[in-house]
């Protein structure tokens, strides 16, 4: 078996991974080395390589595994996460990507790798080689941090892909962002999407008792817009979203 034999399943790879491959550092080393001449596989940035095809030297890793290897506990996250959920078919220029170490943002081929500061280690999974937040805990960063998830246009056209939720789930993770404003957001949506989410009425009730009595905007950019409260949640809703409606949307 060819050393590219031996690598091209992996896709995406650093040192450590080839040292437990070939069970030897020395040898390790001259296996990337030899493959790197060959051009059968590329560089990303330190200690971080992805297999080439044979034919036309282009990447097989996709951008989400790269993502996902940038450091040992990097993932994708926000926008990213989304779409990769929703298996948006044209993978966005910027990759966003959070882990425990910061690492610089950089380009490799067409794709930009951004780092997103994110201190919660929790829904955290492994796909086909991509370390990504799971369908619950992205929809509650994506909700949170709307700017992060596209704008809230976007954030509500690409949701209703997902599919369906885990409302225990939710209400567990909820509780380790410590926002009432947040509880609001995720209660809406759980029960504007229900048709989408299918998530229990009793999660959606504890999301009303968590949410408090103060109005909030659903993020900045329902400032800057034409806006309807919502007074059952005290939530400022984005008026572009509200007034299409479900037909238009799905």
């Not at 966003?96 to 930009?112: A, D, I, L, R």
Request: hydrophobic share 35%; glycine share 4%; charged share 30%.
């Amino acid at each position: 078996m060819s050393n590219y034999e031996k690598i091209i399943y992996i896709k995406v790879f650093n040192f450590q991974d080839i040292c437990k491959l070939t069970g030897n550092s020395n040898t390790a080393k001259s296996l990337i080395r030899a493959e790197l001449e060959k051009k059968h596989i590329k560089k990303v940035q330190h200690n971080l390589y992805v297999v080439c095809d044979l034919e036309k030297n282009n990447p097989i890793g996709n951008p989400y595994m790269i993502g996902s290897k940038i450091t040992k506990n990097s993932y994708i996250s926000y926008q990213s996460a989304l779409d990769f959920h929703a298996k948006v078919k044209e993978i966005s220029p910027t990759i966003f990507v959070s882990s425990k170490s910061q690492f610089e943002n950089f380009k490799f081929y067409e794709h930009s790798y951004k780092f997103i500061s994110n201190k919660n280690d929790f829904g955290i999974i492994e796909i086909d080689g991509v370390r990504t937040t799971d369908k619950e805990r992205t929809f509650l960063d994506c909700v949170n941090k709307t700017k992060l998830a596209g704008g809230n246009e976007y954030l509500v056209m690409t949701l209703e892909k997902i599919g369906k939720l885990k409302g225990a789930r939710i209400l567990k993770y909820l509780s380790n962002y410590n926002s009432k404003k947040l509880y609001a957001k995720v209660g809406f949506m759980l029960e504007w999407l229900e048709y989408v989410f299918h998530v229990d009425k009793k999660v959606i009730d504890e999301c009303y008792v968590k949410s408090g009595n103060v109005k909030y905007y659903f993020d900045e950019e329902t400032k800057r817009n034409n806006r309807r409260l919502i007074k059952e949640w005290n939530l400022i809703m984005p008026e572009q979203i509200l007034s299409k409606g479900e037909e238009q949307y799905w």
